[in-house]
């Protein structure tokens, strides 16, 4: 047989053929002409080899070889059915995969997102990397992943990005401090303390120092640890002070003091950043219009702050 003659069209004909016992049905059924259908039959016993039909008694019936090339041929169409399926299915975004990469912070949002986005779509497989902001802007720079979990997005020609959920970060000392009952009227009162702080290149940090370098305010001792669990439990036994997120905060039963002092908590926010010249998969899609859509059911209220909609209609999901 050669099988580089055979074509799903052929084996279309012939399944309706069989099935229907009748050139005429199935001709019918295809839309096709009798004569259409019955050089299709010709040029598929060509390519088998062997004759594949007997016409008897007004009905069409398969011989020994019609009979195997009939379930091989349901076989293939009921596969390729299968495929298509599929496709749709991906095409929706209820099926395949993506990758995600989001900052050490983060991963206290990311499960609240991926929770009932993977119980409304266990199709969907989600492959994730953690890291602090420079590795994961070393991701994004070479494009290693579909989507990226910033607090302090990077900028670029190709980079797009949208914001969805305010992310506070709070001034926190350890509960004993003198500032808890006793809040300074000013941050400047809290310039001799220590503060611990996360490396250079931290969205909170950046953030933080902004804030400093508009109101010419320098700390006088500083700890850098690159950690946001140990600088929370360094706080609580007594080791300095620090400004962390909220979100960080809210995981557990932290002791720790958080002073009222003016400009606290300051405004920062989390987004969700892609390449708009990397193609998007179908599923990763899917997931930022589950945030866009589901939000309010994955975080409190009080954080929304949705911009998705824009970033949405940017979206490279063209083959």
Known sequence: ???????????QVYVSVVRLGSVSRAAGQLHLTQPTVSQQLKRLAEAVGEPL?????????????????????????SRFEDFNGFLQDARQGT?????????????????????????SFPGVEVSISVGNRGYILDRHRHQQDDLYLF??????????????????????TPPDHWAVNNAPADFSALLEERFLLREPGSAT?????????????????????????????????????????????????????RPVIPGFPLGSHWYLVCHNNRRMPYAAANFVRFI???????????????????LLGQLNTDH
């Open 151 to 172: 607090s302090h997005p990077p900028t670029g020609e190709h980079t797009l990005s949208g914001r969805f959920i305010h992310n506070p970060l709070v001034l926190i």
């Open 205 to 257: 940090r950046l953030v933080f120092e902004e804030w400093l370098r508009k109101r010419n305010l320098q700390l006088k001792r500083v700890m850098q640890i690159e950690s946001n669990e140990v600088i929370r439990m360094s706080v609580e036994q007594g080791l300095g002070l620090a400004v962390l997120s909220e979100h960080t905060l809210a995981e557990g039963d932290q002791k720790v003091g």
């Open 292 to 310: 866009n859509d589901n939000l309010a059911h994955c975080v409190d209220q009080r954080y929304i702050q949705n911009d998705l909609a824009e």
């Open 95 to 119: 099926r395949g995969s993506f990758s995600i990469a989001v900052v050490t912070t983060a991963k206290y949002i990311l499960p609240r997102l991926l929770g009932p986005f993977n119980r």
């Open 1 to 11: 047989m050669n099988v580089r003659h055979l074509t799903f069209r052929l084996l």
């Open 53 to 77: 039909l007997i016409i008897g008694d007004g009905r069409i019936t398969p011989t020994l070889v019609g009979t195997e090339l009939y379930h091989a041929a349901l076989d293939a169409l």
